[in-house]
């Protein structure tokens, strides 16, 4: 098991557990004990957790992990979800995306399309408006690609911009497609992130487009997180995995919400 992996592995068990033992710790990822010491000393160098007598405990009250350990939580799914939702976006759009794991799954797909791989007479393939620093580096690189990052200060969490000069920027252009990465979708409360700062900014890029498309696995479904960004009569389409039951799934197209499950 390497570091990044392991080190991945007992944050989400601080996730869920909220308080971990070294002996515990080492015995779930079988590897010794001083192995897990070095790891929470040089994660609590990082305040991704903090040391206690014999283990750690999570850093804070609102814990959230870093996108660079989120990457491979349940990652088929989100490379299926990703791929369905990229085929979505035609070539020459002005599409939004926000920061996420599988938003930033988007933007490599979009990238592999053969009929994005270059621009028509001067126009870009598409153009990609996003606050998300992590995506805009992986598709700046990509000439047949127009680049617009939105202003604000950085997340760590997230490698998302936020604040009011996202706002100055995103209230002058408008978009075709606005895709999502939530925290929460639920039929009757809407979509919904942990954060007021990205919730603002999210909120804005839906306003000014004519679609919107939430892309999101299934255990983010009927969940409610704190800041919500729109109500879900505003949501277009919702591109979730198999996990979603047939009735949940109706509840959202009720809604009217087109739901695709891949």
């Known amino acids: 098991m390497s570091r990044e992996t392991r080190w991945q592995a007992l944050l989400e068990l601080l996730v869920e557990r909220g308080r971990l033992e070294v002996e515990t710790a080492a015995e779930t990822l ?13 994660l609590a160098e990082q305040q991704l957790l903090v040391r206690t007598r014999g283990g750690a405990v999570q850093h804070g009250v609102s814990y959230e992990l870093p996108l660079r350990y989120r990457t491979t939580r349940r990652a088929a799914e989100k490379r299926r979800i990703s791929e369905a939702v990229a085929e979505l976006v035609a070539p020459g759009e002005v599409v939004g995306l926000t920061g ?10 979009l990238t592999a399309r053969p ?28 000439p047949q690609f127009k680049i617009v990052v939105t202003g604000g200060v950085a997340r760590p969490q997230s490698y998302e911009l936020t604040g009011p000069l996202a706002d100055g920027v995103l209230g002058q252009i408008t978009l075709d497609t606005a895709i999502l990465g939530v925290d929460g979708f639920d039929p009757a409360d809407g ?22 498309v939430v892309a999101t ?4 479904l009927g969940v409610r997180a704190f800041a919500r960004i729109c109500p879900t009569e505003a949501v277009d389409v ?14 959202f197209e009720k809604a009217g919400v087109e739901v695709r499950r891949v």
């Open 191 to 212: 979509i919904s992130t942990r954060h007021e700062e990205e919730a603002s900014v999210n909120r804005l890029l839906c306003e000014r487009a004519r679609r919107v």
């Open 30 to 42: 079988g590897v010794s004990a001083a192995t897990i010491r070095r790891d929470f000393d040089q």
């Open 115 to 142: 009929d994005l791989a270059t621009g028509s007479a001067g126009s870009p393939a598409l153009t990609v408006v996003t606050n998300a620093l992590n995506i805009a580096s992986e598709l700046a690189i990509r």
């Open 100 to 109: 996420g794991t599988t938003t930033t799954e988007v933007a490599r797909a």
């Open 217 to 220: 696995d299934s255990t983010k």
């Open 238 to 251: 919702l591109v979730t995995d198999a996990g979603l039951s047939p009735a949940a799934a109706t509840a």
